[in-house]
């Protein structure tokens, strides 16, 4: 605005920019509408029975007049922790996870990665239908895959058992020394085409020149995958391994349905197995116990994986 009496010029701000300057107002509460969908369930829903458990694990149950007085729970500090430790169980199916997740995992991963890489050769026909078939066994629940396998594996029912038979093989896929690899093989059905759709997903954002470019260079189609493709969507590959360690360690539904045909599966063959069964006898401090121990591991092993391979990259 330009003043006649002394010919000066002074600027207006719009009221849309007196509304952006004042300090808060429709801004402030619009970031707030925005973020409150997601702050409002992650609070109730993550962070309140995440601070429940930890609050549950460092009760004690104790009663006012021996064995047969009224119990009461009272703050016992790390009492539940020691007791978690010294539990034999819980390392036994630690250890147990950890040689499940070893083996699985790395076989899974590669599996998947070499599906990603047939699926993004424009040597294959048919990519939509191989694409949804190696991705409909996770539309599958776990619980449901793992009763299907079961009847597979069932000595009385199975129909592979029925062929290796023919063939003069004694297949036993429950017994103790395969059990553990029967669950890894239900859950390497399951997770392998979800983990094959993010890596896919990160091969199609490969700009073509650079396919283009290592073919006038003379490379191969091989050469292209494992020297141009497989370092680019090396941040995928290693999503997807952070999300199958944090899988492995939270292993449940496979083994759970598996114990029902067999009897080398016990109640504390995993950890959440472990948990559950102590929760079931009510002693629900030390299954929070259990609970913080194992997202403890799992978030150091995940954690530590992440900057190892930063590390590694230079990151």
Same mark, same amino acid.
């Given at each position: 605005m330009t003043d006649i009496a002394t010919g000066t010029t002074?600027?207006?701000?719009?009221?849309?920019?007196?509304?952006?300057?004042?300090?808060?107002?429709?801004?402030?509460?619009?970031?707030?509408?925005?973020?409150? %969908?997601?702050?409002?369930?992650?609070?109730?829903?993550?962070?309140?029975?995440?601070?429940?458990?930890?609050?549950?694990?460092?009760?004690?149950?104790?009663?006012?007049?021996g064995q047969y007085g009224t119990s009461y729970t009272a703050f016992g500090g790390v009492t539940q $922790?020691?007791?978690?430790?010294?539990n034999g169980e819980l390392w036994a199916s630690i250890g147990r996870i950890a040689l499940f997740g070893?083996?699985?995992? %790395?076989?899974?991963?590669?599996?998947?990665l070499t599906m990603a890489l047939l699926l993004d050769t424009p040597?294959?026909?048919?990519?939509a239908f191989f694409r949804v078939s190696a991705f409909m066994p996770y539309a599958v629940p776990g619980v449901i895959a793992a009763i299907m396998w079961s009847f597979l594996y069932s000595p009385q029912l199975s129909p592979v058992v029925d062929v290796l038979k023919g063939i003069g093989l004694q297949a036993d896929?429950?017994?103790?020394?395969?059990?553990?690899?029967?669950?890894?093989?239900?859950?390497?059905?399951?997770?392998?085409? $979800?983990? =094959?759709?993010i890596m896919f997903s990160a091969l199609?954002?490969?700009?073509?020149?650079?396919?283009?470019?290592?073919?006038?260079?003379?490379?191969?189609?091989w050469a292209i995958a494992w020297r141009i493709k497989v370092p680019i969507i090396a941040p995928s590959i290693i999503l997807t391994t952070v999300f199958s360690i944090i899988g492995t360690l939270q292993l449940y539904a496979e083994p759970a349905v598996l114990r029902q045909i067999s009897s080398n599966i016990s109640s504390t063959f995993t950890?959440? =197995?472990?948990?559950?069964?102590?929760?079931?006898?009510?002693? $629900?401090?030390?299954?929070?116990?259990?609970?913080?121990?194992?997202?403890?591991?799992?978030?150091?092993l995940s954690f530590g994986f992440m900057r190892l391979t930063a590390k590694r990259a230079g990151l």
């Open positions: 002074e600027a207006v701000a719009a009221p849309g920019d007196l509304r952006r300057h004042n300090g808060g107002g429709p801004r402030a509460s619009t970031i707030v509408a925005f973020l409150l %969908p997601f702050f409002l369930p992650f609070v109730l829903f993550y962070l309140v029975p995440i601070a429940y458990a930890v609050w549950q694990s460092l009760l004690v149950v104790r009663r006012t007049a $922790y020691a007791q978690v430790f010294q070893i083996v699985q995992v %790395p076989v899974m991963l590669f599996v998947a040597l294959l026909k048919l990519k896929f429950l017994g103790p020394g395969a059990v553990l690899w029967s669950a890894a093989n239900v859950s390497t059905w399951l997770w392998t085409g $979800y983990n =094959m759709l199609q954002s490969i700009p073509q020149e650079l396919y283009e470019a290592a073919k006038i260079d003379g490379a191969s189609n950890p959440n =197995m472990l948990a559950y069964a102590v929760a079931s006898g009510n002693n $629900y401090q030390q299954a929070a116990a259990i609970s913080v121990v194992i997202a403890v591991i799992t978030f150091v």
